[in-house]
């Protein structure tokens, strides 16, 4: 099978969960023999949301709603291929990476799935912080809300480490 799309270095640093055929066909829609881009973007936020900031950034649970809130600024997908669900015989991997802390206003996310033949589908996001103050929420830096930052900062310096 020929793939017109560049090489796939897989991720070192950040997360990455293991999805068995089973989860993704949740994602699936009976009409299509195919997962279609908008499923492949309702993973992407459904494990970002439900297991990677919760898994990853202390308090997260505790604190989201109620001290920060996070928003999607922008975001690029890119499709590589298609998942034919019922076809799949081993487990696909989600990876989740910080590459750069370049801006205080937002912090970069990139997300792909992947198996071992390359890269499926990927997602950069930018995101933004807003933190509560008195009974609103303001727009402010990801450096404010110390758990995160915290978190941030460690996925960076083992991103510096490792290259």
Do not use: C
């Not at 997260?60 to 015989?89: D, K």
């Not at 970069?108 to 198996?115: G, M």
């Amino acid at each position: 099978m020929l793939h017109f799309f560049t090489p796939f270095v897989k991720p070192q640093i950040g997360a990455v969960y293991d999805l068995t055929p089973g989860q993704i066909k949740t994602f699936g829609d009976p009409s299509k023999p195919f997962l279609s881009f908008d499923r492949f973007v309702e993973i992407v936020q459904w494990y970002r949301d439900v297991h990677f900031a919760p898994d990853n950034v202390p308090g997260f649970r505790e604190e989201i709603g109620a001290v920060y809130q996070v928003w999607t600024h922008s975001a690029m997908s890119t499709y590589h291929r298609h998942i034919f669900p019922n076809e799949l015989t081993g487990p696909l991997k989600l990876s989740f990476e910080i590459p750069s802390l370049e801006s205080s206003a937002w912090f970069p996310l990139h997300v792909k799935l992947f198996d071992d033949e390359g890269l499926y589908f990927a997602h950069e996001q930018k995101l933004v912080i807003e933190r509560k103050v008195g009974e609103r929420f303001m727009l402010t830096s990801w450096r404010k809300v110390p758990n995160l930052r915290n978190y941030l900062l460690s996925q960076v310096a083992q991103e510096e480490v490792a290259a």
